[in-house]
């Protein structure tokens, strides 16, 4: 269960308490985020055992090592890049791949609209969401999933991905063009897509 003292504390002074020993600390960090890692190594790899193994194997490394690491500033920067990199020391990188499905983009908002999906179950906005996903390549959907779902910066994306700045902010903008395009070309509205199921 997640320690409520540490919801008004940044991640600097969390961090520290950790490093320090302070094994509620770790018990909010794992509980504040081990979901998420988990739903991001879902959608880069398919071996979902190894995925639970990873992170598992993440926290008990923490904890293991914690009074030998560094301050960070972001510690959801800090577990996805190590999550990645776990994985893949244990998959080859041309195996990591992301599953299409609708979970890539829950709570999925940006800089063009609020939100662009909170579908599970109408089979038309999924087939619909599906194809717009197909329109973009595995590292456009990656990017936007780590920018839009997990809420890291161009800087920390491209440090996660091994890429320039630059590179990863065109990806974003080419991106949301080919987003754009495909709901003018078959006409649909955000709107539409973001309707919540009745």
């Known amino acids: 269960m997640m320690d409520s003292s540490y919801s ?21 960090i ?27 194997d993440l926290f008990v490394q923490l904890w293991v090592r914690h009074d030998r690491l560094g301050d960070t500033d972001s510690i959801k920067f800090y577990l996805f890049r190590s999550l990645r990199r776990k994985l893949a ?14 979970e890539m983009i829950d709570q999925f908002s940006g800089p063009f609209e609020n939100q662009l999906i909170e579908i599970e179950t109408r089979s038309e906005r999924k087939k619909l969401v599906e194809q717009l ?49 495909f709901l003018v070309e078959h006409n649909i509205s955000l709107a539409y897509l973001v309707k919540n199921n009745m």
Not at 89 to 102: H, I, W
């Open 30 to 56: 794992y509980f504040k985020y081990a979901k998420y890692l988990l739903s991001y190594g879902y959608k880069i790899c398919r071996d979902k055992e190894l995925v639970e193994d990873k992170v598992q």
């Open 133 to 181: 996903l197909a329109h973009l390549n595995d590292n456009q959907r990656d990017i936007l999933h780590l920018k839009y779902t997990v809420g890291l910066s161009n800087c920390e994306i491209a440090e996660i991905l091994g890429m320039e700045h630059q590179s990863v902010k065109n990806a974003v903008f080419r991106s949301i063009t080919k987003i754009r395009r």
């Open 8 to 28: 008004g504390k940044d991640d600097l002074s969390i961090w520290r308490d950790f490093v320090s020993g302070d094994r509620s600390a770790l018990s909010y």
């Open 89 to 102: 020391e244990s998959v080859k990188v041309d195996k990591l791949r992301y599953a299409v499905g609708l």
